[in-house]
């Protein structure tokens, strides 16, 4: 069992930053790929960023692109959503998961999932 624990959301204004951090524990954290997810009121979960065990591999949902970056430290059992240049349309609770699939953005094929935390985007 992974239990994970997301926590940096809060109130920004367009244009702002914001660390995500999801801390792991339980099981063998460390060999899972990760996944951050998130969803908007009224609409469906979506993939946001994946990085794989190693950390060398990550791969981004083309909205983010160039604006969000994910990274691990295993030191810390620790997966980050680094948020750039943030937009009112990146409101949404945001949700990191584990997986085996290494870098996978199917809803599917993660196994655990934190409880989320709320990012706003004031305009």
């Known amino acids: 069992q992974v239990q994970l624990v997301e926590s940096g959301g809060g109130l920004v204004q367009a244009g702002g930053s914001l660390r995500l951090s999801c801390v792991g524990s339980?099981?063998?954290?460390?060999?899972?790929?990760m996944g951050w997810f998130r969803q908007a009121p009224g609409k469906e979960r979506e993939f946001v960023a994946a990085?794989?065990?190693?950390?060398?591999?990550?791969r981004y949902a083309d909205s983010v692109k160039g604006r969000l970056t994910i990274s691990r430290d295993h030191a810390k059992n620790t997966v980050y959503l680094q948020m750039s240049t943030l937009k009112p349309e990146d409101t949404a609770v945001y949700y990191c998961?584990?997986?085996?699939?290494?870098?996978?953005?199917?809803?599917?094929?993660?196994?655990?999932w934190g409880q989320g935390t709320q990012v706003t985007v004031s305009s």
């Open positions: 990085i794989d065990w190693t950390g060398a591999g990550t």
């Open positions: 339980g099981g063998t954290f460390s060999r899972y790929s």
């Open positions: 998961a584990a997986t085996r699939v290494p870098l996978t953005t199917t809803i599917g094929n993660y196994d655990y």
